[in-house]
């Protein structure tokens, strides 16, 4: 049975930075794709960005394109989202999502969840 653990997540100011982790376990095989989705209140799951392990495809939302930046660590099955110049709009839940067979770019390829972890960005 897959896990994502994540950590991460917290309050900043606008324009602060903060970094999630995802360390995926339990996943068959050397592939595997991570990624997160995040979800404000009243609003709808949506993709954020995802990367391969162990291969360099690289995905992120254009609400987050230079802004974001997705990396991992092979060795650790972990992926890390640094989130830069944080909007209050960006306040949300972030779920790590995982899957194995498309780059869960919907929630409809998430294979596997995270439990969450909140995002709060205020002055």
């Known amino acids: 049975q897959v896990q994502l653990v994540e950590s991460g997540g917290g309050s900043v100011q606008p324009g602060g930075s903060l970094r999630l982790s995802c360390e995926a376990s339990g996943f068959r095989g050397d592939f595997y794709y991570i990624g997160w989705f995040r979800q404000a209140p009243g609003k709808e799951r949506e993709a954020v960005s995802c990367?391969?392990?162990?291969?360099?495809?690289?995905w992120y939302a254009d609400s987050v394109k230079g802004r974001f930046t997705i990396s991992k660590d092979d060795n650790k099955n972990t992926a890390y989202l640094q989130m830069s110049t944080l909007k209050p709009d960006d306040t949300a839940v972030y779920y790590c999502?995982?899957?194995?067979?498309?780059?869960?770019?919907?929630?409809?390829?998430?294979?596997?969840w995270g439990e969450g972890t909140l995002v709060t960005v205020s002055s």
């Open positions: 999502a995982g899957a194995v067979a498309t780059m869960p770019t919907a929630a409809r390829w998430v294979e596997d």
């Open positions: 990367i391969g392990l162990n291969e360099g495809i690289i």
